[in-house]
C-alpha cells in the first residue's frame, strides 16, 4: 500500500490541519509498517523534524509554491511516479484524479445560513465548487465531528453513511512542566487560546471581563493567537477601554508548546466562547490540565458532553458573566466528565480506527 499525504501545510503557519495530519500519521506510520507513506512539501527538513525518520515514511520535495501548479502538474505526476494507491488531501483534492483519493473536510461553516458573514464573499463562492466537488469525487471522504458530518451531508447532499469520523485529538500532555518565573508572575488570569476573527468571538468574552470589573479582582485576561482579523467592533471596544483594563488583557502570539502548557497549567479559568466550530481543541487541552472550563455549546462543541455547568449560549453576555462568576467561585467535581471526554480523543484509537477504514475500502476493491 502506497499512501500519499499532501503536507505542504507544514511550510506555512501552525494550524489545525497540521494537528491533524500530524497527530493522525504520526500513529499510523508506527500502526502500520507494511504501509509506505509519501509525505509531500517544500521544506521537507522541516516534515523530517515533525515525523521522524522511519522506514516506511519517503519525503517528497515539492519543486514549487504555487497551488495551482503543485494541484495540476505536481501531484498528478508524483502520484503516477510513485505509483500510489491513496492520496489524502484537505479540503480540496486536484482536478486530475488518478489514485483513490481521501478527502478530509474539517467543517462547511461557510456554507451555513447563520455563520455566512464570518467569511468573505470570495472565500465562499470559491471554496463552496472545490469542496463540494473534491467531498463528492472522494472515494473515501472524512470529517472531525458529528456536527460536520451532519452538515455535509445535509448540504452536499451526500449519504451520512459515506463520511467517515476521524476526529482531532489532544497533542498536549501534563507531563515535564518546567516553572517559568515570567508566567507565574502574572498572577490570576482568565486564559483564552484561539486565533483572532469574528467567528472566534473574542469580543463577548472582553465584554463580559470588564462588566464584571474582574481587574479589580486582580484578575487579567489572557488571549493566545494569531491575530487574523482585527475588526471594527474589537478595535472600537479596545480603545475605549480604560487604562486599568487594558493593562490587564494581554495579547500573545506565536507560543512554544512548552510555554503554552504552562498558560494552561496556571490559569484559573479557560473560556471558550467561539460562535462556530468543525471540531474545536482548545477546551479539551484546558481538560488535559484539570483546569476549569467554560465552553460554548454551539455547533460541534456540543458533541463534547459537556454538562450545563459549564457550557453558555456564546451570544448571552449576561449568561457569559454568570457562568464565569460562577466557576470562579465554586469547584465542580469535573475529572471523570473530562476523563470520559479524553478517551475518546485519542490519536492511537483514531489511527486505529482509519486504518480500518483505508484496510476495508482497499479489500472491496
Known amino acids: 500500500m502506497n499512501i500519499l499525504v499532501d503536507t505542504h501545510v507544514f511550510d506555512d503557519k501552525p494550524q489545525g490541519t497540521r494537528t491533524y495530519l500530524k497527530g493522525l500519521y504520526s500513529e499510523l506510520i508506527l500502526l502500520a509498517p507494511e504501509w509506505n507513506f509519501y509525505l ?3 521544506n521537507i527538513e522541516n516534515l523530517k523534524k515533525e515525523f521522524g525518520i522511519h522506514k516506511n515514511v519517503i519525503y517528497v520535495e515539492l519543486q514549487s509554491q504555487n497551488k495551482f501548479y503543485r494541484l495540476l502538474i505536481e501531484l498528478p505526476l508524483i502520484i503516477k511516479k510513485h505509483d500510489i494507491n491513496y492520496a489524502h488531501y484537505q479540503y480540496i483534492s486536484p482536478p486530475i484524479k488518478n489514485c483513490k483519493q481521501i478527502i478530509t473536510n474539517h467543517d462547511i461553516l461557510f456554507e451555513q445560513k447563520e455563520f455566512k458573514a464570518f467569511f468573505p ?3 465562499r463562492l470559491i471554496n463552496s465548487y472545490l469542496f463540494k466537488t473534491s467531498a ?7 470529517t472531525v465531528s458529528e456536527y460536520s458530518k451532519r452538515k455535509i451531508s445535509e448540504l452536499y447532499k451526500i449519504d451520512k453513511d459515506h463520511i467517515k469520523l476521524t476526529p482531532n485529538a489532544v497533542s498536549l500532555t501534563n507531563s515535564n512542566l518546567i516553572d517559568n518565573k515570567a508566567i507565574q508572575k502574572l498572577g490570576k488570569y482568565i486564559l483564552y487560546v484561539s486565533r483572532v476573527e469574528p467567528r472566534k ?7 463580559a471581563f470588564t462588566e464584571l470589573n474582574l481587574v479589580s479582582k486582580g484578575f487579567k485576561l489572557i488571549f493566545i493567537g494569531k491575530m ?10 479596545l480603545d475605549n477601554l480604560s487604562e486599568t483594563d487594558k493593562k490587564a488583557i494581554i495579547w500573545l502570539e506565536n507560543i512554544a508548546d512548552e510555554d503554552l502548557k504552562l498558560y494552561y497549567q496556571n490559569c484559573e479559568l479557560f473560556v471558550f466562547p467561539s460562535f462556530a466550530e468543525g471540531f474545536g481543541i ?5 481538560m488535559v490540565f484539570k483546569k476549569k472550563v467554560l465552553c ?3 455547533t460541534a ?4 458532553g459537556l454538562p450545563d455547568e459549564v457550557t453558555f449560549n456564546p451570544h448571552d453576555i449576561n449568561e457569559i458573566k454568570t457562568k464565569i462568576e460562577e466557576q470562579l467561585h465554586k469547584d465542580f467535581e469535573l475529572d471523570n466528565i473530562y476523563n470520559t471526554i479524553l478517551s475518546k480523543f485519542n490519536w492511537k484509537v483514531i489511527a486505529e480506527n482509519y486504518k480500518e477504514i483505508i484496510s476495508n475500502h482497499f479489500e472491496k476493491l
Open 40 to 42: 509531500i512539501a517544500n
Open 136 to 142: 463528492k469525487r472522494a472515494d473515501i471522504l472524512l
Open 201 to 207: 468571538n473574542h469580543l463577548n468574552l472582553l465584554k
Open 282 to 286: 482548545p477546551p479539551l487541552e484546558a
Open 301 to 304: 462543541m456540543a458533541d463534547f
Open 121 to 123: 464573499l470570495k472565500y
Open 296 to 298: 460554548s455549546k454551539n
Open 228 to 237: 487574523e482579523v482585527i475588526f471594527n467592533d474589537l478595535k472600537f471596544f
